[in-house]
């Protein structure tokens, strides 16, 4: 069965400082990954996705998510965090099998302190 | 160019009673998809459009709700006999779906039953 788990339902970093949000899937055929950001009463925003090739993928906003499909991760990394990326973060999960609708984790929300 | 609308940004009801959803998906997206997103939770997918084909209703909770798409484009969703427990907020997004499996989210509908 298609899962994601998000194991960090808050984070809090300064900003300035690096992040890390964890993701875990668990998808039986070749998996497209996603990062998905959403800001308090707005829709979710891509951030970025891996479909295939280099695992590290390059997003907006100067995030990154690497993808290692030996720990069945795809994590999200920001060198150095800005107050504005304050927000819940979903990782999501789909693939070229059945509908195509994706299936998401139940978030991260992250608080930046000044 | 556009992204995805939905209308009513906010809508409140009374227990029992029939809500219509709105969503414009953008323009040319062939594949629309619905999804609930509770409080606390990740996102749930309840309904998934592709062109002229029939919809994948997979995900719909139960027989009071349902969805249809007109032209290939706009989507309702409604829910009858509305009970609080459908209180939630419901995206809509689109994508090309075949072609790039990304999917684009509109704001949401807020729906609170009373």
């Known amino acids: 069965a298609q899962s994601v788990t998000q194991p960090d339902i808050h984070i809090t970093v300064s900003e300035g400082a690096s992040l890390e949000l964890r993701c875990n899937y668990s998808y039986g055929a070749t998996p497209y990954l996603f990062w998905y950001v959403q800001s308090p009463g707005q829709g979710l925003q891509l951030l970025l996705k891996?479909?295939?090739?280099?695992?590290l993928v390059q997003g907006i906003k100067g995030f990154e998510a690497e993808f290692k499909r030996s720990q069945s991760s795809f994590n999200l990394r920001k060198p150095s965090v800005h107050w504005s990326d304050a927000a819940e973060y979903f990782c999501a999960v789909g693939g070229s099998g059945g509908a195509n609708n994706l299936f998401f984790g139940t978030g991260t929300r992250l608080t930046v302190i000044p | 160019g556009a992204g995805v609308s939905q209308s009513p940004s906010n809508k409140v009801t009374e227990k029992g009673k029939d809500v219509e959803l709105r969503c414009d998906p953008i323009?040319?997206?062939?594949?629309l998809y619905w999804y609930r997103q509770s409080l606390g939770q990740g996102l749930e997918f309840l309904i998934y459009f592709q062109g002229n084909s029939a919809p994948d209703k997979s995900g719909l909770p139960s027989d009071r709700f349902s969805a249809e798409r007109t032209g290939g484009s706009v989507s309702t969703l409604t829910i009858q006999r509305t009970q609080q427990e459908d209180s939630a907020v419901y995206l809509c997004?689109?994508?090309?779906?075949?072609?790039?499996?990304?999917?684009?989210f509109g704001p949401g509908t807020r729906l609170t039953v009373l």
């Open positions: 323009s040319g997206h062939t594949a």
């Open positions: 891996y479909f295939s090739g280099d695992t």
């Open positions: 997004a689109s994508g090309e779906a075949l072609t790039s499996h990304t999917q684009y």
